[in-house]
């Protein structure tokens, strides 16, 4: 019978590293588990922010194990391998004190199946110790820290000197934005909040959500400050018929039924539609909900106005989902960009004559998101584009690509966090 070592903070952090890597689940879904519940706030927080930190830096650490052990730690060794990561993470980018960190995870390793390793372990935290440091400072921790193929995509895309800003931003973890449903400046004092450019209000992340002043209230929601961008091209859409297609969770529904649009929320997910229910009515607004997939569902009549956020690789929000670098591939981009090109020309008949149609996706990559309006057009679609300008983006005309279109980078804004990289396009239909 297999030992496991203790329901230590550490020991699950490892638990629920494995999860991620070796079992390809979701971060935010193995910090669900249920072990997390039966801590207090403060082991809860460093399990996050371990395994958030372990997972930027990942390609960091394991080059570090690289240079200390000579042959690969064989395949029955992934968990004392994944408790090594741990604790080069607490060590060399956590500022652990070395014995805490040495110690911790050798008797971790020590109290469980593959004690064996344990020596191994504590020689090369010993060695990082001495050398990890100066190790550290040598590293292109930019380069190391994102997978191949992402980098030949942001290089190809933007440029080396871009995509080299881009991975540096994903090492920081990102800060909290807010979206408030009125009184920005009353709520960025009472949440000790900066206003962004673009209206957000910013919080320094860490702490419970929860308890700040006014989430009981429903006076405002989390939304980091480029999600929130897309919903704002709509212009005025007091009175109109709105469809937010690929809804959930539910943010820019919200900031649709707040700006007094009649909103119809579609999503395939009836998982995640509980939860824009759950958010509507603690905001206590209304929005028909509609479980459908966009693609294939037709309306009872054609909107005012349709809101497209496609399912997308996400990998414009690595900085709050650095598992998402260690999951996407190049050939799953291609199936979500298929998806997107249905979900757009399916969205066509939907919108009246006149009306409008932003599309977006929370991806860096072309293929999703310029490439995908430059292939409509082309095609000869009823549609042309209408022109973001400068000042519905806080006068950010960084924001806006020669196009007309938004493309935000977490680059921007880095001076005070960065943000989230977002495309979007606003389409007119054509009479």
């Known amino acids: 019978m297999k030992r496991r070592p203790p329901a230590t903070p550490r020991a699950i952090a490892v638990d629920l590293l494995s999860a991620v890597l070796d079992k390809g689940r979701l971060l935010d879904e193995v910090l669900d588990d249920s072990r997390l519940a039966s801590l207090d706030e403060r082991d809860r927080g460093f399990v996050r922010m371990l395994l958030g930190t372990s997972l930027r830096r990942l390609g960091q650490i394991d080059d570090l194990i690289a240079h200390c052990v000579e042959k690969p730690m064989r395949a029955g060794a992934a968990w004392a391998e994944h408790a090594l990561r741990l604790g080069i993470c607490q060590l060399l980018f956590l500022d652990m004190p070395p014995h805490a960190a040495i110690s911790t995870t050798v008797d971790l390793v020590k109290g469980g199946s593959q004690a064996g390793f344990a020596k191994l372990l504590n020689a090369v935290l010993r060695r990082l110790d001495r050398e990890g440091r100066e190790k550290v400072e040598a590293q292109d921790a930019a380069l190391l820290n994102t997978p191949e193929w992402l980098w030949r995509s942001w290089v190809r895309a933007y440029g080396e000197e871009t995509a080299r800003a881009i991975a540096s931003a994903h090492l920081a973890e990102a800060p909290v934005d807010i979206t408030v449903a009125a009184d920005g400046q009353g709520w960025a004092e009472k949440l000790e909040a900066e206003i ?106 054609p909107f005012d106005a349709i809101l497209l956020d496609a399912p997308c690789s996400a990998t ?42 932003v599309y977006c996706t929370c991806s860096l990559e072309p293929e999703e998101g310029a490439e995908q309006i430059a292939a409509l057009l082309a095609e000869g679609a009823p549609l042309k584009r209408i022109p973001i300008r400068p000042e519905e983006v806080g006068g950010m005309a960084e924001l806006i690509t020669a196009d007309g279109d938004l493309r935000t980078l977490p680059c921007h804004l880095a001076g005070q966090g960065g943000m989230d990289a977002f495309f979007a396009a606003r389409l007119e239909k054509i009479s």
């Not at 670098?325 to 939907?350: C, D, F, S, W, Y």
């Open 196 to 301: 962004l450019p673009t209206g957000s209000l910013r919080r320094a992340a860490g702490g419970s959500i929860a308890a700040l002043p006014g989430f009981d209230q429903a006076a405002w929601w989390v939304q980091d400050a480029a999600a929130a961008l897309p919903a704002r091209l709509l212009g005025d859409v007091r009175g109109k018929s709105v469809a937010d297609l690929c809804a959930a969770p539910g943010g820019k529904a919200l900031q649709l039924a707040v700006a007094g649009a009649q909103v119809t929320a579609v999503d395939r997910s009836g998982k995640r539609l509980v939860r824009l229910g759950e958010n509507l009515k603690r905001l206590g607004l209304s929005a028909t909900v509609v479980e459908a997939d966009a693609g294939a569902w037709t309306p009872p009549q």
């Open 316 to 357: 414009g929000t690595l900085r709050r989902h650095p598992d998402v670098a260690r999951h996407k591939t190049p050939a799953e981009v291609m199936k979500l960009a298929g998806v997107q090109a249905r979900l757009l020309r399916a969205a066509i008949p939907m919108l009246k004559p006149g009306g409008t149609l």
